[in-house]
């Protein structure tokens, strides 16, 4: 999510930890390209901060569970490519006790650390910003759940657009309260033995892709929404270029098969350490 911050970006969630000399502020926000966590750490000196994708903070859990149950001297360091973000996790020891380094790497933004102390007790430090990651994600949860069900009730009201009112519902809702709902400048349509009852969703990266099969007086069509944060768009394809529109596709995934086989939306691998 490289250029995530802007100005007018909504604030969702704001908390704050603070361990030993440092305070360190955990932002959720959301702008049209999606939410993401921005985690800054500030001492009386300096003021860091790394950019997290929403859908990397459970990884990043998963990180600081690892350095939490480790063996003393069995730590090892850690790269996290999400999208074109790279995050590096170094464990180091200083005068002060030992430490967590966490880096962010991408290729619009200079590369941004953040420097975690372990803690004195079990409770503090690195368990401290774990259980933080952990409610913020939570609340990641809770907002995608509100969200589906918000997208649901769009979705049986308000999309007879250029298509005309003939659009199936993905819901399972009484006839006549579908037609109740008809915006009234579209004069509901007969659509006996038209409802198909096909609705699939995707999600890729930070967008949802809605595909609705559908009919109007037109004929039948296949609707193909993306939704990307607050804003959607479709578009309309006739059923008799479905086949047509499957095999261009199925080109551009053949001989894109190579980087699709190996695009993931997450990567952890452990590498040697730094040195120091």
Same mark, same amino acid.
């Given at each position: 999510?490289?250029?995530?911050?802007?100005?007018?970006?909504?604030?969702?969630?704001?908390?704050?930890?603070?361990?030993?000399?440092?305070?360190?502020?955990?932002?959720?926000?959301?702008?049209?390209?999606?939410?993401?966590?921005?985690?800054?750490?500030?001492?009386?000196?300096?003021?860091?901060?790394?950019?997290?994708?929403?859908? #990397?903070?459970?990884? @990043?859990?998963?990180?600081?569970?690892?350095?939490?149950?480790?063996?003393?001297?069995? @730590?090892?360091?850690?790269?996290?490519?999400?999208?074109?973000?790279?995050?590096?996790?170094?464990?180091?020891?200083?005068?002060?006790?030992?430490?967590?380094?966490?880096?962010?790497?991408?290729?619009?933004?200079?590369?941004?650390?953040?420097?975690?102390?372990?803690?004195?007790?079990?409770?503090?430090?690195?368990?401290?910003?774990?259980?933080?990651?952990?409610?913020?994600?939570?609340?990641?949860?809770?907002?995608?759940?509100?969200?589906?069900?918000?997208?649901?009730?769009?979705?049986?009201?308000?999309?007879?657009?250029?298509?005309?009112?003939?659009?199936?519902?993905?819901?399972?809702?009484?006839?006549?309260?579908?037609?109740?709902?008809?915006?009234?400048?579209?004069?509901?349509?007969?659509?006996?033995?038209?409802?198909? #009852?096909?609705?699939?969703?995707?999600?890729?990266?930070?967008?949802?892709? @809605?595909?609705?099969?559908?009919?109007?007086?037109?004929?039948?069509?296949?609707?193909?929404?993306?939704?990307?944060?607050?804003?959607?768009?479709?578009?309309?394809?006739?059923?008799?270029?479905?086949?047509?529109?499957?095999?261009?596709?199925?080109?551009?995934?053949?001989?894109?098969?190579?980087?699709?086989?190996?695009?993931?939306?997450?990567?952890?691998?452990?590498?040697?350490?730094?040195?120091?």
């Amino acid at each position: 999510m490289d250029n995530q911050t802007g100005g007018n970006d909504a604030e969702l969630v704001s908390k704050t930890l603070q361990v030993e000399h440092k305070l360190f502020y955990f932002d959720l926000k959301e702008n049209p390209r999606g939410r993401y966590l921005k985690i800054s750490e500030k001492t009386s000196a300096t003021r860091s901060t790394i950019i997290l994708p929403a859908n #990397g903070i459970s990884w @990043f859990i998963n990180l600081f569970n690892y350095y939490l149950n480790s063996d003393d001297n069995d @730590f090892f360091s850690k790269e996290l490519q999400l999208d074109a973000k790279v995050f590096y996790f170094d464990v180091g020891e200083n005068r002060r006790g030992r430490f967590l380094k966490v880096s962010e790497a991408s290729m619009s933004r200079n590369r941004s650390t953040i420097i975690i102390p372990a803690g004195t007790t079990r409770d503090e430090g690195w368990a401290a910003f774990r259980n933080i990651l952990a409610e913020i994600n939570e609340t990641v949860g809770l907002f995608a759940l509100s969200n589906q069900d918000s997208e649901a009730s769009e979705r049986l009201v308000g999309l007879s657009d250029d298509v005309g009112a003939g659009f199936i519902a993905t819901l399972s809702t009484p006839q006549s309260d579908l037609n109740a709902e008809r915006p009234a400048e579209h004069p509901a349509q007969d659509e006996s033995g038209g409802n198909m #009852g096909a609705s699939k969703v995707i999600r890729v990266d930070q967008k949802r892709f @809605f595909f609705d099969l559908g009919n109007n007086n037109r004929g039948h069509f296949l609707r193909i929404s993306e939704v990307a944060g607050p804003d959607r768009s479709s578009i309309i394809l006739p059923l008799s270029g479905l086949k047509q529109f499957h095999e261009t596709l199925g080109h551009f995934v053949e001989i894109s098969k190579d980087k699709i086989e190996g695009m993931t939306s997450a990567n952890v691998r452990t590498v040697d350490p730094p040195q120091r």
